[in-house]
């Protein structure tokens, strides 16, 4: 069947006609959209096949001729015999449904909004057309409809009641495009570019929402100017726009001049959003911002080089947020997200190289692989070659491929090109997946301490056999005074060593910065991780070494006193920034202590991982004692709420000290909520009671304050959910699900409610498999509606192996009725196959 065919990077061919000019009409209804689509093809060879779904295709002509090419369900084909031999325009009207249009991709209209969506496949959803990337046009759109806002890619050129025209003089790829129209309101501004020029900003949403912009707009202006100071790259249309929707499949895209953004990554006040959600809304304007040049001006030949531009963004929105806070903090954060989402996929069924080989659904593509370790890799080469170099092969990389569809190897060849480094090897870190495991073994012997580094990747899905990486590892060595050398050392062979002059035996400390995206297993001496989380100059690897000591405890059966000993030391010294102070107070997720086992090769038994971790937070509150509550109350910061500087640090570590202090005397959590004057507060003050089975009124009156403000009511979900003590959490969802707010066809609340009980894993993984057959229904029932959603949240089975048989067998149970069932789309499909295979 053609719709499960697999799409090969080896396939690839440039598209058979080159395409100059796009012009768009669209008369916007609800139920009936027309789009007249004018193409202007060059001289080309063979037949031209266009891509289409779900159009009803009303008239075709070519130079004015009427055709009538043969439709199938992907798309159409013209014969290449009914072709001109010279350049041609081809005219489509196509008719559209948006209403019924559940997949949020292609031109959809939700709650009176019409939006687009396109990336990667939804311009074929709109018009016939040859939707990939390495097929770029300039595009003139004129929007027709009864609406006060009507808006497109680049520049308003004119506009009257009921229409609106738009230019956008850059070439682009189709999945660029973008249409909003409805009624919205907008918040301005304005940025001087370093060259002079005055760039008009406004940011889009619904009337009532505008208090709610000023932090983004001033992420925006911060991003804007962060890419001129640190990569020279200034913005190129006089206007861009941001809108901010409710129904929306992913966190925002970059659509040129005009992003698209989930509500929840724009809209943000001290009541309503947290710290997390602050620094969320900063990171995902910056990324999308810094799309423009990475991903727009120099876009991907086709969808196997992805992380082309979603690596290097991701790097790039990285590092603004670490020049705008504390950039250790932001480094630990950075690695907790890699080893939950991207050391788990890659240690599963679903495991696959930052640069794919072939998939069936491209939006199965869009992971943590691809985003997160596409952007360590990134890291690495810099590392490796050093910041001047980075920065000279990057204004080559702007230089040599401005306006170009692009590949990995042409990126490669750049950095080589720059730098004179020889990359071949380095490569392998793009083919290969897995983690590799990194060993470190220290001996000291006249006069030296010699650290052995032995370094091999496990087998995964169709690719048995590794070759060793380039590991970039930046080290240290500690004595009892302080740091004796340091240096980074490039790993290329299987094993290797380094040497170095010290009087005695010293503490390595290895990976600093988590240097390279690979599990770190160190064969040293017992009191080495409680050295370094004492003493290491290095702020991640002091965490690091805390994590090591109460995974032990969690994963194994280790002596908690190490951790508690030196968390506690931590946590009194002033002079450390509280925020870390909070990030080494904090345990391992119990999915980070199941993925610590089941790289032990141990079975993961989640009821006992639920018991060790409570038992070590238990133990942490007990050592604590009153100093919790004092420290908590001395530490939070007063006066006026602020996203920015020390206070989020500060609120997590008085939030922290309060969840331990709450396990013991609920009352501290009712005071706490009594006094909080943000979310942030009064998200931490609700957790324990939560957790305790104690916050029914509480809840309630959070509901009653809240209701009709979607972003908070979301959070209302999902803290019951993921929170909720693991025998009852299914119940309440159950229950939840019926509630009159529980809209599932909205992608938000959705994950809220069904990601929440997710991450619940003692929930989620009962012996008697009643979450899994949960999830199951919840998943064919999505997948009928909105396939994307559903296929991403199907990854929630991936980690199967690691667990019982009893367990295994009913996660498998339901990854086969969700196979066998009538209609499964492409994408769900495809990723159960896997999980499977
Ligand atoms: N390209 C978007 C981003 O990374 C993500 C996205 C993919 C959004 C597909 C929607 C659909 O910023
Ligand atoms: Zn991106």
Not at 185 to 207: A, H, N, Q
Not at 238 to 256: R, S, Y
Not at 350 to 367: D, K
Request: hydrophobic residues 40%; aromatic residues 8%; glycine residues 8%.
């Amino acid at each position: 069947m053609s719709r499960q065919s697999v799409i090969r990077l080896e396939d690839y061919k440039p598209f058979s006609h080159p395409v100059s000019t796009v012009h768009l009409t669209f008369h916007l209804d609800p139920e009936a959209t027309r789009v007249r689509a004018e193409i202007a093809f060059g001289v080309g060879t063979g037949d031209l096949r266009l891509d289409g779904v779900d159009l009803d295709l009303l008239s075709a002509t070519i130079d004015g001729v009427p055709v009538t090419p043969i439709c199938d369900e992907d798309g159409l084909t013209v014969a290449a015999a009914d072709l001109p031999d010279g350049p041609f325009t081809w005219v489509a009207e196509t008719r559209i449904d948006p209403a019924r249009n559940t997949t949020l991709e292609g031109l959809y209209h939700r709650r009176d909004l019409f939006i687009t969506q396109c990336e990667a496949e939804g311009f074929r959803r709109i018009t016939y057309f040859p939707d990939r990337p390495d097929v770029m046009a300039v595009y003139t759109v004129r929007i027709e409809g009864d609406m006060p806002v009507l808006l497109s890619n680049g520049d308003l050129t004119g506009s009257g009641p009921g229409w609106a025209e738009w230019h956008d003089p850059w070439r682009k790829p189709s999945y660029l495009f973008a249409l909003v129209a409805g009624d919205l309101r907008s918040v301005e501004d304005s940025f001087t570019t370093m060259s002079g020029r005055d760039v008009t900003l406004k940011i889009w949403v619904r009337d009532g929402d505008r208090g709610r912009c000023a932090y983004a707009m001033d992420a925006l202006k911060r991003a804007m100017k962060w890419d001129e100071d640190t990569y020279g790259l200034e913005y190129d249309l006089d206007l861009f726009q941001i809108v901010a929707v409710d129904d929306f499949n992913a966190g925002a895209m970059e659509n040129k001049g005009l992003n698209v953004f989930n509500s929840k990554y724009v809209l943000a006040s001290p009541e309503t959003a947290t710290d997390a959600d602050f620094d969320g809304v900063e990171s995902v304007i910056a990324h999308e911002y810094f799309h423009n040049w990475t991903g727009n001006r120099i876009t991907c030949r086709d969808w196997f080089q992805l992380s082309l531009k979603e690596g290097l963004t991701v790097f790039r929105d990285q590092c603004f947020s670490a020049d705008m806070r504390s950039a250790p903090v932001k480094r630990i954060e950075d690695v907790l997200r890699l080893r939950a989402g991207q050391f788990r996929e890659d240690a599963g069924p679903l495991a696959h190289p930052v640069r794919p080989e072939s998939y069936v659904e491209i939006n199965n593509f869009y992971t943590a692989t691809v985003y997160e370790k596409g952007a360590e890799l990134i890291r690495m080469l810099r590392e490796i070659v050093g910041q001047d170099a980075y920065d000279a092969a990057l204004k080559l990389y702007f230089e040599r491929h401005d306006g170009q569809a692009c590949t990995i190897e042409d990126w490669l060849s750049v950095f080589q090109d720059a730098t004179g480094h020889d990359l071949s090897q380095f490569r392998r870190w793009y083919h290969q997946a897995g983690t590799p495991r990194l060993t470190v073994e220290d001996r000291f012997e006249e006069g030296e301490t010699i650290l052995t580094f032995r370094q091999t990747t496990p087998p995964t899905p169709g690719q048995p056999d590794k070759q060793p990486v380039p590991i970039p590892i930046r080290w240290g060595l500690l004595d009892d005074k302080g740091e004796v050398a340091n240096g980074m050392f490039l790993l290329s062979e299987a094993e290797q060593e380094v040497r170095v002059k010290t009087a005695a035996r010293t503490v390595p400390s290895v990976l600093r910065g988590f240097s390279a995206p690979v599990i770190l297993e160190q064969k040293g001496q017992p009191g080495d991780a409680g050295v370094r989380l004492a003493r290491d100059t290095d702020a991640f690897n002091r965490w690091e070494a805390g994590r090591t000591l109460a995974l032990d405890v969690l994963a194994g059966d280790g002596d908690p006193a190490p951790w508690l000993d030196g968390v506690c030391a931590v946590l009194n010294d002033q002079t450390l920034d509280p925020a870390l102070r909070a990030l080494i107070l904090s345990l391992p997720t119990q999915e980070g202590i199941a993925q610590e086992i089941a790289l032990r090769d141990e079975t993961v038994d989640p009821d006992l991982v639920h018991v060790r971790h409570q038992s070590l937070e238990e133990a942490l509150t007990s050592r604590l004692g009153a100093d919790a509550m004092r420290i908590s109350r001395a530490i939070r910061p007063t006066g006026d709420y602020s996203p920015d500087g020390q206070a989020p640090g500060q609120r997590a570590l008085a939030n922290r000290l309060l969840s331990l202090a709450a396990r013991r005397e609920t009352d501290l959590a009712r005071e706490a909520l009594a006094q909080a004057s943000n979310m942030t507060d009064r998200l931490a003050a609700l957790a324990p009671l939560i957790r305790a089975g104690q916050a029914e009124a509480e809840l309630a009156a959070f509901h009653a304050e809240w209701s009709g403000t979607d972003l908070v009511i979301d959070k209302w979900f999902a803290m019951q959910t993921s929170l909720a003590p693991a025998h009852e959490a299914l119940d309440v969802a159950q229950r939840l699900q019926n509630h009159e707010d529980f809209t599932w066809t909205v992608p938000n609340r959705f994950r809220a409610l069904v990601g929440g009980l997710i991450s619940n894993t003692a929930a989620f993984h009962r012996a008697d498999g009643a979450g899994y057959v949960w999830l199951a229904d919840w998943l064919l029932k999505v997948d009928k509606r909105n396939p994307m959603l559903a296929a991403r949240m199907s990854a929630a089975f991936e980690t199967w192996r690691r667990y019982d048989e009893g367990r295994q067998k009913l996660i498998l149970d339901q990854l086969e009725r969700i196979a066998s069932a009538d209609g499964l789309s492409r994408d769900t499909g495809e990723m159960v196959g896997r999980m499977r295979a």
